[in-house]
């Protein structure tokens, strides 16, 4: 279906659109809608190119230890949407465009930890800067 469509859409659809529509849903929807690079809300990532996320003590976390899961032949959008869909849960998110694979953290990152990595970029989410969260405290 070409998007918007020419009509609005009858409520509940029967499936999750991929796009927003033109009118809103009612809610509750009869399906789960799935989380999309369009909605806008908690998207704050700071990007540390060509490094790799670490744990506050330093190390390269584990998904053995649940300090990350891993998806692997993924986007880079995907692997962001990931991250989002675990709104307070997810820390930030670590890609390789190289092997497409995702790290979604759910521990703190630390950002004077990280370590250059080539092939990888370390995306932290809701990224305030100590100098900027003293700023902000005073």
């Known amino acids: 279906t070409k998007m918007p469509t020419k009509y609005p859409t009858y409520y ?10 033109k009118y809103p849903t009612k809610f509750p ?3 789960p809608t799935h989380l999309t690079p369009y909605h806008g ?8 190119e060509h490094m790799g996320c670490r744990t506050s003590d330093g190390k390269k976390g584990s998904k053995y230890t649940g300090e990350f899961d ?19 849960l997810c820390f ?3 890609y390789s465009s190289r092997r497409k694979r995702c ?11 990280l370590e250059y990595v ?6 932290i989410k809701n990224y305030v800067s100590n100098s900027r969260m003293a700023t902000i405290m005073y």
């Open 12 to 21: 509940p659809t029967k499936y999750p659109t991929e796009r927003p529509t």
């Open 29 to 31: 929807t009869k399906y």
């Open 41 to 48: 809300h908690h998207d704050n990532f700071k990007l540390f």
């Open 70 to 88: 891993i998806f692997k032949n993924v986007s880079r959008d995907t692997c962001k949407i990931k991250c989002l869909g675990l709104e307070h």
């Open 92 to 94: 930030g998110y670590e």
């Open 103 to 113: 790290e979604v953290w759910k521990v703190h990152i630390d950002s004077t930890k």
């Open 118 to 123: 080539g092939s990888l970029d370390c995306y």
